[in-house]
């Protein structure tokens, strides 16, 4: 079993900054892909941006140029850097932790943090 533990989510106003952090219970090293998917208001939850146990970096064309993701290894510890945030960028954001395994992909989550853009 995995925890996820996010932190990091608040209030803040357009073009302003916050960085989300995304613990884990163990070691992130031998995860397939560790990511922040985020769920607006009414709708879908949907990819932000991932990173991938060879460090390949996935962005979304919304957030791309904006946002970024990283990894501390020796803290178990994913982060995402948003900048310049629009009032769109509004949502429970989540992180994500995949392993391959026998049977296929096994996801696991974090219970979610609260970003609101507002001004």
């Known amino acids: 079993q995995v925890q996820l533990v996010e932190s990091g989510g608040g209030l803040v106003q357009p073009g302003g900054s916050l960085r989300l952090s995304c613990a884990a219970s163990?070691?992130?090293?031998?995860?397939?892909?560790m990511g922040w998917y985020r769920q607006p208001p009414g709708k879908q939850r949907e990819v932000v941006a991932h990173?991938?146990?060879?460090?390949?970096?996935t962005y979304a064309d919304s957030v791309k140029g904006r946002f970024t993701i990283s990894q501390d290894i020796s803290k178990n510890t994913v982060y995402l850097q948003m900048d310049s945030l629009k009032l769109e960028d509004t949502a429970v954001y989540y992180c994500?932790?995949?392993?391959?395994?026998?049977?296929?992909?096994?996801?696991?989550w974090g219970q979610g943090t609260q970003v609101t853009v507002s001004s």
């Open positions: 990173i991938s146990s060879g460090s390949t970096i």
């Open positions: 994500n932790a995949a392993l391959l395994e026998i049977g296929g992909r096994r996801d696991y």
């Open positions: 163990r070691s992130i090293s031998g995860f397939y892909e």
